[in-house]
């Protein structure tokens, strides 16, 4: 069975080893010179429950994922039934002895005369190496290295094997799946999925502390920014609430260290009133919101793209915010940098809005570029005349000068209430007037530097697929399936969905034929937007909001309907 791109597809329950495999599988890929995507489905619950690791994997680039599966290593009976429908032609299924597998296209491998319980995994993940025509000594470093290097050498013998059982099992009575054609210019990539890519971006731009409440999906970039932390002079605080970590990533701020909250829906909820304390005090806040289905607790591990509207609001009052939405794993890294930088720059809070897809979904990312990186550098440091300082003078552009507490001579007060040019609290209406004058132009400043849209195909196209976020890869395999069969189609791709530009994407939007926007939520909220704001209204919507992740067959299903 000779393809160009292969889906892998793991299933099992929680506990039974699953990522484990997916995981070793998906970094030795990429170190043999692979492209990937994976996306992983799991259920809200420790032990129990079908879950599933899908890798999408190819000699050349990719860019979401597809469906159907063509290599299926199934760990128990309830995966062999929930997907045998979905093998493409060709397919195999790899399932132990002890499974009832009735189709053809299934090799039952006897996992435990091969090694002992604890090791099956390994054989799993042998045999499927062997068939996907990988090598073996790349497959046993993969292994170790993901074990980690405190493991007993007994333990990593035994795992080792067990890989040669499978490997030789494989080759002697499965040689009929053909290997994965080899890459065409092997070179050496990182292992990143969304949330680790947009920790190292902030940390990149020079984060200096963290505060969160875990939520799935956000906690990972916690996670990662606390790998890092003693390294980088970080601190990260679990904080008893997501009241708490709000106040206290504000408290950081306002004393000049860079500052971050991760959280979800659900969490972010609790933190409205510290986005509008961030908004009339001006300090900077860079906030990442990883989407995930609601209402209320929802489906709490699976992926939507249903807060948009949420984020824009939350918080009461008026006051500038900025939203940037990744669409890759890379604009996780670069756009978390400028989400810090441009929390710095506006003196307010900051969004970077992403969902449970991207969060966990791994690629294989080139090495970044720190160098073109802009780090954060907090407050002005030089105050004309500290003793005159103050922190809300009023200024043209909305930025008053912001000095740091102990840096200088300068007294720096801050509030929760309006307050007159040097914090002092008032009600005087001509101050209140004034002062919220100011800081509303600082969307100035915001609309400066807003991202444009990133349009790719003709100007005057039959067809103009737009999307925002995480659905910008799907968009695009999707937009590439029907040039192939004869549609002049562009694309568009909204990496900031807040503030709006018209002058940016309107003319493309216009001088297509017609126009959808592709989301996961329910009510096309970022359409919605647009037709606010600017007031064309976009007349197709392709939604999807059952908690899986958009795919190319989606929406052209529903293209076709």
Request: proline residues 6%; contains cysteine; glycine residues 8%.
């Amino acid at each position: 069975m000779a393809k160009e791109a292969l889906n892998i597809l793991i299933g099992g329950e929680a506990g039974q080893g699953l990522v484990t495999i997916g995981q070793v599988l998906a970094k030795v890929l990429v170190r043999a010179g692979y492209f990937i995507v994976v996306t992983q489905d799991y259920m809200s619950r420790v032990r129990g429950g079908h879950n599933t690791y899908a890798i999408r994997v190819c000699p050349q680039p990719i860019h979401s994922p597809r469906e159907g599966v063509d290599l299926l290593i199934a760990l128990d009976q309830e995966t062999l039934e929930l997907h045998r429908g979905e093998l493409n032609p060709g397919a195999r299924a790899i399932a132990d002895t002890g499974l009832t597998c009735a189709e053809a296209a299934c090799y039952n491998v006897d996992f435990n005369a091969m090694t002992e319980g604890r090791y099956v995994n390994s054989v799993a993940l042998g045999v499927a190496g062997a068939l996907l025509g990988l090598d073996l000594e790349l497959v046993d470093a993969g292994l170790k290295e993901y074990l980690g290097k405190k493991k007993p050498q007994e333990i990593l013998d035994k795992n080792r094997a067990a890989l040669e059982a499978a490997y030789a099992h494989a080759r002697q009575n499965h040689p009929g799946f053909a290997p994965l054609p080899p890459p065409a210019a092997p070179r050496r990539r990182m292992l990143l999925n969304g949330n680790e890519a947009l920790a190292l971006g902030a940390l990149a731009a020079g984060l200096k502390f963290l505060a969160f409440y875990p939520m799935t999906p956000s906690t990972s970039i916690a996670q990662t920014v606390i790998n890092h932390a003693r390294d980088l002079g970080v601190v990260v605080e679990q904080a008893e609430d997501e009241i708490a970590a709000v106040n206290m990533a504000l408290g950081a701020s306002f004393a000049g260290a860079p500052a971050m909250i991760t959280t979800s829906g659900g969490g972010f909820a609790l933190m409205a009133e510290g986005v509008s304390l961030a908004g009339i005090s001006e300090t900077p806040l860079l906030l990442a919101v990883v989407q995930r289905p609601g209402p209320a607790t929802g489906l709490p591990t699976r992926t939507e793209q249903a807060d948009l509207e949420f984020v824009l609001h939350a918080g009461h009052g008026e006051f500038p915010r900025a939203i940037l939405a990744p669409g890759s794993v890379e604009e996780c890294f670069h756009l978390a940098a400028r989400a810090l930088a441009l929390a710095e720059a506006s003196q307010g809070p900051v969004f970077i809005l992403s969902d449970q897809y991207l969060a966990d979904s791994y690629r294989a990312v080139e090495p970044f570029d720190l160098a073109a990186v802009e780090v954060v550098r907090a407050g002005e440091r030089a105050i004309a005349d500290p003793e005159n300082y103050l922190r809300y003078a009023l200024a043209a552009d909305g930025l008053s000068p912001r000095a740091l507490p102990g840096q200088s001579a300068a007294l720096v007060k801050a509030d929760s209430d309006e307050h007159t040019p040097a914090g002092v609290i008032t009600e005087a209406a001509a101050v209140r007037l004034a002062q919220q004058t100011k800081r509303l132009a600082k969307y100035g400043l915001l609309l400066e530097r807003t991202l444009a849209p990133v349009f790719s195909g003709p100007e005057h196209p039959d067809l103009l697929l737009l999307g925002w976020g995480t659905s910008q890869g799907v968009v695009a395999e999707a937009a590439a399936e029907l040039r192939a069969r004869g549609r002049q189609v562009a694309t568009g791709h909204f990496r900031q969905p807040w503030p709006l530009k018209a002058e940016q994407f309107l003319p493309r939007l216009r001088a297509a034929r017609q126009v959808v926007m592709v989301e996961s939520n329910a009510t096309g909220q970022m359409a919605r937007l647009i037709r606010r704001e600017t007031g064309f209204e976009i007349p197709r919507l392709v939604l999807r909001y059952d908690g899986r992740p958009l795919t190319p067959e989606y929406i052209l299903r529903a293209l076709a309907d």
